[in-house]
């Protein structure tokens, strides 16, 4: 039995069968293949004009991958000297935004937009706008201070009033009900003392 005519798929039920294939081999007709009937040239072109666009076109496409080829290795040896150098990606872009910056700062528009800022903080409106800013913030000061002062007043009002002492009261013999005697001085152990509140504790 011929190994090539063989099925190799261990899971095929045909496993180890001698399989005839040479009737399921055909040609297939490549598609753009010269002389190919199933593609006539585009309307308006010949036999020749098509076959020349097609040399031309095979042309461009090696020219374009030498230079793909071409520029991976100018990129590696460009990184191969920036290595050498010691300069690295982060290194790289504080230098452009620092390049891109300085263009900024001397582009045209930036200077026009500068000169005004500069004419706008020199003119008398801004000056204005800026006392009328400046006392409308003490103001606001002043009057929050004077709310502040009315509330703690008033809170010191309500602690004397007869319904806050007796509030005070209530919360005071909640406390005694919950603590008992013990809370008026004695101090009430913490879980971390070390010493025992009891001789021999029970289990």
């Known amino acids: 039995m011929d190994p090539a005519s063989q099925d190799i798929n261990l899971n095929s039920p045909n496993k180890g069968l001698g399989v005839d294939r040479t009737d399921s081999l055909s040609d297939v007709p490549v598609e753009g293949a010269m002389g190919n009937p199933a593609n006539p040239p585009p309307p308006g072109l010949t036999e020749e004009e098509v076959e020349e666009l097609r040399t031309e076109l095979t042309k ?17 040896h460009a990184a191969e000297l920036k290595r050498k150098l010691g300069l690295n990606p982060l290194n790289e872009l504080r230098q452009n935004l620092t390049r891109s910056w300085q263009d900024v700062q001397t582009s045209n528009a930036y ?16 000056k204005k706008t800026q006392e009328t800013l400046s006392q409308a913030g003490q103001k606001t000061t002043a009057a929050l201070s004077t709310v502040s002062t009315a509330i703690s007043k008033k809170i010191g009002d309500m602690r004397n ?15 005694y009900k919950v ?6 001085g004695d101090a009430v152990s913490s879980p971390t003392d070390t010493t025992p509140t009891q001789e021999n504790p029970s289990f």
């Open 161 to 175: 009033s007869p319904t806050f002492k007796s509030f005070e009261d209530k919360m005071g013999n909640l406390k």
């Open 60 to 76: 461009v496409e090696e020219e374009i991958n030498t230079l793909r080829q071409v520029l991976c290795a100018k990129e590696r």
């Open 179 to 184: 603590v008992g005697q013990r809370g008026n």
């Open 111 to 126: 200077l026009s937009a500068s000169a005004t800022l500069d004419d706008i903080t020199h003119s008398e409106a801004y």
